[in-house]
């Protein structure tokens, strides 16, 4: 038996917009979510999350299904336009009721609410009026937000999460344009990634100072990093590796945990990378009390003199010309649905990465998962190869730990089947089944598996 240590945070993870749907009820603003989805193109076979899992109207049923598999935490966000409808001013009663209604209930339940204050959807009004995250503007106006949570919800909410994946904002919002806002440029990311650094700080200065003397709750911030893996033990690979990861996960994390962007970086973006304010960099370094981390999959890293691949369909690769890494999956390697290889042992190297370059901080898994072809046959779902994915994880997780690195907790992406952005309801990472046409929830086995896992404490 793999124990996990005591203390240990089992729990699983959603989104508002992946689940909540109610996109115009309960006084909500448009977000840039709404919108990008309603443009014709940008979402596979036109699916939309305006009703999503109508979570918004079934959230008691939801809860009690986390109860029925024995969970301890649920990580869920906010969407920002339910509290401000047009992103800044008097707050909206009837989201700050929703909310305050979903954590009441988690807690009757005896289910721990850890709270992301962004996953990704903007009220419009910001990016028509401001830009979105590309105005120097916005990190005054999130702390304003942030405030608002924290004033509303902060004696009752313990773990605080400022972003969600700010990587993938940058990259796949405004580089890529496959997420929204949809934009299309390589300096673009480096700005937006500026301002959502500059945002998370002042929210959690704020915190600090205002509500953790009284609340007592813990604040931070959650990156995502694919494992990336030199492909030969050449030299010039070991540092493309480097070069990839460094891109990727510390971009974000070095200026929180080592107070400014990595070396590599500077030398390479140089001019398109913006520069700290003495200021912004005291604001910044130490403002995480852990370290958030989504973990999925593994590339192999090269040189790249100059040659480029086709990745994911999400691109996990950044912006190749400015890293000059070619990245590959080796052939034998299982993939899920997503195209995302299966490498379980990447996860326990990139753990050991960030205990390494961060100085062993206490990191918590806020989401790992694996979205799987599911069909339903005689109301089940045999859901095998999400349970092998998630075992095989969870034990390079555990042998991380038996190496002494200081994991604390672990979020299952996902609770359920939801809207998974880009690729619409068409990719399924839920361990509950979500049948559209009736909302009907069925528990697959991995749920079955999972309370077992949680109930245990180990594997
Ligand atoms: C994360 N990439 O998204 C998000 O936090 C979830 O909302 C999402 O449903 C889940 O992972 C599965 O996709 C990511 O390209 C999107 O590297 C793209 C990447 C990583 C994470």
């Given at each position: 038996?793999?124990?996990?240590?005591?203390?240990?945070?089992?729990g699983?993870?959603?989104?508002?917009?992946?689940?909540?749907?109610?996109w115009?009820?309960g006084?909500?603003g448009?977000?840039?979510?709404?919108?990008f989805?309603?443009?014709?193109?940008?979402?596979k076979?036109g699916d939309?999350g305006?009703?999503?899992?109508d979570?918004?109207?079934?959230y008691?049923?939801?809860v009690?299904?986390?109860a029925?598999m024995?969970?301890k935490?649920y990580r869920?966000?906010i969407?920002?336009s339910?509290?401000q409808?047009?992103?800044?001013g008097?707050?909206?009663?009837?989201?700050?009721?929703?909310?305050?209604?979903l954590i009441d209930?988690?807690?009757?339940?005896g289910?721990?609410?850890?709270?992301t204050?962004?996953?990704w959807?903007l009220p419009?009004a910001?990016q028509l009026?401001?830009?979105?995250w590309?105005?120097?503007?916005?990190?005054?106006?999130?702390?304003?937000?942030?405030?608002?949570?924290?004033?509303?919800f902060?004696?009752?909410v313990?773990?605080?999460i400022?972003?969600?994946?700010?990587?993938?904002?940058?990259?796949?919002?405004y580089?890529?344009?496959?997420f929204?806002p949809g934009?299309?440029s390589?300096?673009?990311?480096?700005q937006?990634?500026?301002?959502?650094l500059?945002?998370?700080?002042k929210?959690?200065?704020?915190?600090?100072?205002?509500?953790?003397?009284k609340?007592?709750?813990?604040?931070?911030?959650t990156n995502?990093?694919?494992?990336r893996?030199p492909?030969t033990?050449s030299?010039?690979?070991?540092?493309?590796?480097?070069?990839?990861?460094e891109?990727?996960l510390?971009?974000?994390?070095?200026?929180?945990?080592?107070?400014d962007?990595?070396d590599?970086?500077?030398?390479?973006v140089a001019?398109?990378?913006?520069?700290?304010?003495?200021?912004?960099?005291?604001?910044?370094?130490?403002?995480?009390d852990f370290?958030?981390?989504?973990?999925?999959?593994?590339?192999?890293?090269?040189?790249?003199k100059g040659?480029?691949?086709?990745?994911?369909?999400y691109?996990?690769?950044g912006?190749?010309?400015?890293q000059d890494?070619?990245l590959?999956a080796?052939?034998?390697w299982d993939?899920?649905e997503?195209?995302?290889?299966i490498v379980?042992?990447?996860?326990?190297k990139?753990?050991?990465?960030?205990?390494?370059?961060?100085e062993h901080?206490?990191?918590?898994?806020t989401e790992?998962?694996?979205a799987c072809?599911?069909?339903?046959?005689?109301?089940?779902?045999?859901d095998a190869?999400?349970?092998q994915?998630?075992?095989d994880?969870?034990?390079?997780a555990y042998?991380a730990?038996q190496?002494g690195?200081?994991?604390?907790?672990?979020?299952?992406w996902?609770?359920?089947?939801n809207?998974?952005?880009?690729l619409g309801?068409?990719?399924?990472?839920?361990?509950h089944?979500v049948?559209?046409?009736?909302?009907e929830?069925?528990p697959?086995d991995?749920?079955?598996?999972?309370?077992?896992?949680m109930k245990?404490?180990?594997?």
């Amino acid at each position: 038996m793999k124990k996990f240590p005591k203390d240990f945070t089992w729990g699983t993870a959603t989104a508002s917009y992946q689940i909540e749907g109610g996109w115009q009820e309960g006084g909500k603003g448009l977000s840039i979510w709404d919108a990008f989805a309603h443009t014709p193109g940008k979402i596979k076979n036109g699916d939309t999350g305006d009703a999503a899992c109508d979570h918004f109207h079934r959230y008691k049923d939801d809860v009690a299904l986390m109860a029925k598999m024995g969970l301890k935490a649920y990580r869920f966000s906010i969407a920002w336009s339910r509290i401000q409808p047009a992103g800044r001013g008097k707050p909206n009663p009837k989201g700050i009721k929703f909310y305050s209604d979903l954590i009441d209930e988690l807690l009757d339940h005896g289910i721990a609410p850890w709270v992301t204050l962004y996953h990704w959807d903007l009220p419009l009004a910001l990016q028509l009026e401001l830009d979105g995250w590309l105005n120097p503007a916005m990190p005054e106006i999130f702390r304003d937000y942030a405030a608002i949570c924290f004033e509303n919800f902060g004696d009752r909410v313990q773990h605080w999460i400022t972003f969600n994946e700010p990587w993938v904002v940058s990259i796949l919002g405004y580089g890529q344009g496959v997420f929204a806002p949809g934009r299309v440029s390589t300096s673009e990311p480096y700005q937006a990634g500026h301002q959502i650094l500059r945002a998370h700080a002042k929210a959690v200065a704020l915190y600090r100072e205002k509500f953790q003397p009284k609340q007592n709750g813990r604040i931070g911030i959650t990156n995502n990093c694919d494992w990336r893996e030199p492909l030969t033990d050449s030299e010039s690979d070991r540092l493309a590796a480097q070069r990839a990861l460094e891109f990727f996960l510390g971009w974000f994390a070095d200026p929180i945990f080592r107070g400014d962007y990595p070396d590599v970086m500077r030398e390479r973006v140089a001019d398109r990378l913006p520069k700290f304010t003495p200021e912004d960099k005291t604001l910044i370094l130490g403002s995480a009390d852990f370290f958030g981390i989504n973990h999925y999959t593994t590339l192999y890293a090269a040189e790249a003199k100059g040659k480029s691949a086709p990745t994911t369909p999400y691109g996990n690769g950044g912006i190749s010309e400015d890293q000059d890494v070619l990245l590959t999956a080796d052939p034998h390697w299982d993939k899920t649905e997503m195209g995302w290889s299966i490498v379980p042992w990447g996860l326990r190297k990139l753990l050991h990465w960030i205990d390494d370059r961060y100085e062993h901080p206490e990191i918590v898994i806020t989401e790992n998962g694996c979205a799987c072809s599911d069909r339903v046959s005689n109301s089940k779902v045999h859901d095998a190869k999400r349970i092998q994915f998630l075992s095989d994880y969870m034990s390079e997780a555990y042998r991380a730990i038996q190496e002494g690195v200081n994991l604390k907790g672990y979020f299952l992406w996902s609770l359920m089947d939801n809207f998974e952005w880009a690729l619409g309801f068409s990719i399924r990472f839920g361990i509950h089944y979500v049948d559209y046409k009736t909302q009907e929830r069925i528990p697959k086995d991995s749920a079955h598996w999972y309370g077992n896992i949680m109930k245990n404490n180990g594997l």
